[in-house]
């Protein structure tokens, strides 16, 4: 079935400096891609999402880079601050199915 | 516009007794997703529903479990005779029903079997 892994489980990074969490996908039919940010006991907040027909996507301090050649997925936060510190989960959907598959996230740590 | 409302936010069974869980969707969404997380652990689809259809159920247990989404209402996750390896966070996400709109999380049920 589909999976979606990420490279790195913990990312540890300097407040200010710029964070990138990688995602790789199995699907080559999954034609949605949105990354996640769980805080400690709350829901997963929404962040950014990519269709599979662009290749980069930017919001605010953050931008989603798709590599549909390879299957990968990154998020790249710039300037990340103390208030970026949770897990980070990827999630695809694939063209014909509604359901999100999720990998297991990656957490990111934000020193001061 | 109140978000995805979950409830309750903790609950506590003992083994063999039913858990009802409730997700109130944003409003205007008709499409509700249930997901299950275990610590440390990413998010496992159960089931997805729009308004009194089931339309993928493919995540959930054969036994034991059981969803609904009626006109009226909120959803509803149902586990009969909870075991301990029940015990988990449960995780509501809606949204609209355009195709390929993001869909928003609640916070979620914390479910521990004692």
């Given at each position: ?112 | ?21 409730r997700c109130s969707p944003?409003?205007?969404?008709s499409?509700v ?16 529903l729009q308004k009194e259809n089931i ?11 059981s969803a609904e989404f009626p006109k009226e209402g909120p959803s509803i996750?149902r ?36």
């Amino acid at each position: 079935g589909e999976s979606v892994g990420l490279h790195l489980p913990t990312l540890s990074v300097q407040e200010g400096d710029n964070s990138i969490i990688n995602c790789a996908y199995s699907n080559s039919a999954s034609d949605y891609f949105i990354w996640y940010k769980q805080e400690s006991g709350k829901g997963p907040q929404f962040i950014i999402d990519i269709r599979s027909n662009m290749d980069k996507r930017q919001g605010q301090r953050v931008t989603v880079l798709l590599n549909k050649t390879v299957k990968h997925l990154s998020l790249q936060i710039a300037a990340t601050q103390p208030g970026d510190s949770a897990v980070y989960f990827c999630a695809e959907r694939v063209t014909g199915f509604q359901k999100l598959v999720f990998g297991t996230g990656t957490r990111l740590l934000v020193s001061p | 516009n109140a978000g995805v409302m979950q409830n309750p936010r903790h609950l506590v069974r003992r083994r063999g007794q039913e858990a009802r869980l409730r997700c109130s969707p944003m409003k205007g969404h008709s499409h509700v997703y249930w997901y299950r997380q275990l610590p440390e652990e990413g998010l496992k689809f159960m089931v997805y529903l729009q308004k009194e259809n089931i339309i993928d159920e493919s995540g959930m247990p054969k036994e034991r479990f059981s969803a609904e989404f009626p006109k009226e209402g909120p959803s509803i996750l149902r586990i009969q005779q909870v075991v301990r390896g029940d015990s988990a966070a449960y995780f509501c996400a809606s949204r609209r029903g355009q195709k390929n709109t993001e869909a928003f999380f609640g916070q979620g049920t914390r479910l521990t079997v004692v």
